[in-house]
């Protein structure tokens, strides 16, 4: 069963095995499992490197001047070769001008696959459509994330 299901841990299959009426342990369960020799799909450090030269990261960040407005910034880096696709700036950012710069961003070039971002708000519906049209595969990081 831990061969045909290499996903199912030492409780799944020890349910199971109580559904088909084997009385056996958990703990007996976990000792007979086939080991795994490799995770059963690759981590996010293989991810990044099969598809670095399709991956593109966005962030908003503010600079405080020195009348103290505050301005945002909006960097979009390729992975590939680390190579800084956009930088704007912007007193008011919002979803369309987001979007504008990402667009900008690619120019002529190919869009790249995947876009990672955070889960700011000011990345709107508008934003979300012109990414879905350049046939961006979005990615927002996890809730809280660093």
Aim: charged letters at 25%.
């Amino acid at each position: 069963m831990s061969l045909a299901n290499p996903l199912w841990g030492a409780p799944r299959i020890y349910g199971e095995l109580l559904r088909l009426g084997v009385d056996i342990g958990q703990t007996s369960v976990a000792k007979y499992m086939a080991k795994r020799r490799k995770p059963p799909s690759q981590g996010w450090k293989t991810f990044l490197r099969n598809h670095a030269d399709g991956i593109a990261s966005m962030d908003l960040f503010v600079v405080p001047t020195v009348s103290f407005k505050l301005l945002y910034g909006l960097l979009i880096l390729r992975h590939g070769r680390r190579r800084l696709l956009w930088l704007g700036v912007t007193p008011h950012p919002t979803a369309e001008w987001i979007a504008r710069q990402l667009t900008e961003a690619c120019g002529w070039d190919p869009a790249p696959r995947y876009l990672i971002r955070d889960r700011d708000g000011a990345y709107g519906e508008i934003f979300k459509r012109r990414v879905r049209a350049m046939g961006i595969r979005d990615r927002p990081t996890a809730p809280r994330s660093p």
